[in-house]
């Protein structure tokens, strides 16, 4: 996109938000970079130029505007969509492993070498590894100066910079402030309600639109008692983090996602904001995503009706494909309750003032020696979860933002008792495939037969060939035509 500087140029002049995060567009003359939204007028063409990552811009000199904050755009729809090992070291990267392992532990995960990734990510992005980590760790610094108490010195370190004076550096080159003048930038207006203490406010952004009825009303109903809930407004869960554990309460809004994080250890920020909008899918292009399902005259009226759906996803792939297997042929509740008595056996305990969270959802490796005999569930079904959890507990079945999509299918599928329908969903939601398709599940054969679409899982997959690559969007409008709770924001 940033190549084409004719369509970048128009997209500028019409402040169109749907770029933002895509191309970022620096100005020669003032030395500084925005988002294609930017309010300000736009510049002279000829003092343009156009960048593919805010790290680039911040590579080539430019400082980030204080008006649209470009460091805070949405993520690029793209990574998502592919599956290239690219798009994998940029979900890689998004997800702090830079910052935990360096960037020889994202070779490793990739299976490249440290030179291979450099000129990759330079040849497409402008930027190296380490660049786009630092200015995904100046983002994070910002976040933490903006909204907590935390000394500066604490935040340096919290936000995964190896010396204050490197924080320093990086917050007055970058935002062209000083850490000092940032905090101060930010004071809270009188009257305004100060954040409990340990608790980090921000705001999620999103592309415009966001149908928030079946995204938020998916994760209230499935909701596992003691890991989620649905308390004033706001979907609240347990996080379990690399260097501690978290709760997270996110509400929907009219621009963006309201999001409050109490952490035990800041330094897990940038990986929990990741999962937010993983969990989310606050990175999709929902204009692109319904342009091609309106397209079909039977799938236009449901996207009118409510355009920007997204796909549910999910906070931990393991977590979701042990949920997937508790949830074969249930019943949404059956599932919630076998997956409580799960946690209560097995989780970790913690500690939540404000709400009714009481446990982490219990890891793969705590669940592979427990004893089939405690399981309420069919033989064959436990047969199916205890393969599943040892395979994730020693390695052998990878699920993760850098795996690849295709080959995981594989290996679930060749697991027993799985077939298409749990591989596809796990793919849905935990892998975040925006192609993943149920043609099989009993709701999108009634809804398809309710529309005049195929029923059969051969017709409809034929037809659903023209919704690629977004049939998980398309399975997303199909539900919505049922009054399960799945489809409706909580009360």
């Known amino acids: 996109m940033h190549t084409d500087t004719e369509r970048c140029v128009r997209a500028v002049r019409s402040k ?3 770029f933002d995060g895509v191309f970022f567009t620096a100005v020669r003359t003032t030395r500084i970079y ?3 939204s930017c309010p300000v007028a736009p510049p002279k063409p000829e003092n343009m130029e156009f960048h593919p990552s805010a790290a680039s811009c911040q590579r080539a000199g430019f400082r980030a505007c204080k008006r649209c904050r470009p460091d805070t755009s949405p993520g690029s729809p793209q990574w998502n969509v592919r599956a290239d090992a690219v798009a994998r070291a940029m979900r890689l990267i998004q997800d702090g492993v830079v910052d935990r392992e360096g960037v020889p532990g994202l070779a490793r995960r990739l299976g490249w070498s440290t030179r291979q990734i450099e000129r990759q990510l330079l040849a497409e992005l402008g930027a190296g590894p380490l660049a786009l980590a630092r200015a995904q760790r100046a983002q994070t610094a910002r976040v933490l100066v903006e909204t907590t108490p935390m000394p500066l010195g604490e935040v340096a370190f919290a936000a995964g910079f190896s010396s204050i004076r490197t924080f320093n550096e990086t917050v007055r080159e970058v935002f062209a402030l000083t850490p000092g003048e940032l905090r101060a930038r930010a004071a809270r207006p009188a009257g305004r309600q100060a954040p409990a203490p340990g608790a980090i406010t921000l705001r999620l952004p999103f592309r415009a639109p966001l149908e928030p009825s079946n995204l938020f009303g998916h994760l209230a109903a499935t909701a596992v008692p003691g890991v989620e809930e649905w308390r004033d407004g706001a ?4 996080l379990n983090l690399p260097y501690g554990h978290g709760v997270v309460a996110l509400a929907p809004r009219a621009d963006h996602i309201a999001c409050r994080l ?10 929990a904001i990741s999962r937010c909008r993983r969990l989310l899918d606050l990175d999709a292009d929902p204009v692109a995503v319904d342009e091609r ?3 079909d ?4 009226p449901l996207v009118d009706a409510a355009p920007g759906r997204r796909v549910p996803g999910s906070v931990d792939p393991a977590e979701f494909a042990v949920r997937a297997v508790l949830g074969q042929q249930v019943s949404t509740a059956a599932a919630r309750t076998h997956a409580a008595r799960l946690v209560a056996a097995h989780g970790t305990p913690v500690d939540d003032p404000e709400g009714g969270l009481t446990h982490l959802f219990p890891e793969p490796g705590a669940l592979a020696a427990l004893d089939p005999e405690t399981l309420a569930l069919p033989r064959s079904r436990r047969t199916t979860l205890l393969t599943l959890v040892r395979a ?3 390695g052998s079945l990878p699920l993760g933002p850098a795996d690849d999509r295709e080959e995981a299918r594989a290996r679930l599928l060749a697991l027993p008792g799985f077939g298409p329908w749990t591989t596809e969903i796990i793919a849905m939601r935990a892998l975040g495939d925006p192609d993943a398709f149920l043609p099989g599940d009993l709701g999108v054969r009634r809804a398809a037969e309710g529309l005049g679409l195929p029923s059969t899982p051969a017709a409809l997959t034929a037809r659903a060939a023209h919704w690629r690559p977004w049939r998980a969007y398309a399975v997303q409008y199909l539900w919505a035509t049922d009054t399960h709770p799945i489809n409706h924001l909580p009360s």
């Not at 979907?235 to 347990?238: A, Q, S, V």
């Open 34 to 36: 925005c988002r294609p």
């Open 235 to 238: 979907y609240r869960r347990t």
């Open 297 to 300: 005259p039977l799938l236009a």
């Open 262 to 271: 109490s952490l035990t250890d800041p330094r897990d920020l940038t990986h």
């Open 392 to 394: 994730l507990a020693d």
């Open 293 to 295: 399902l309106r397209a």
């Open 16 to 18: 169109d938000a749907r």
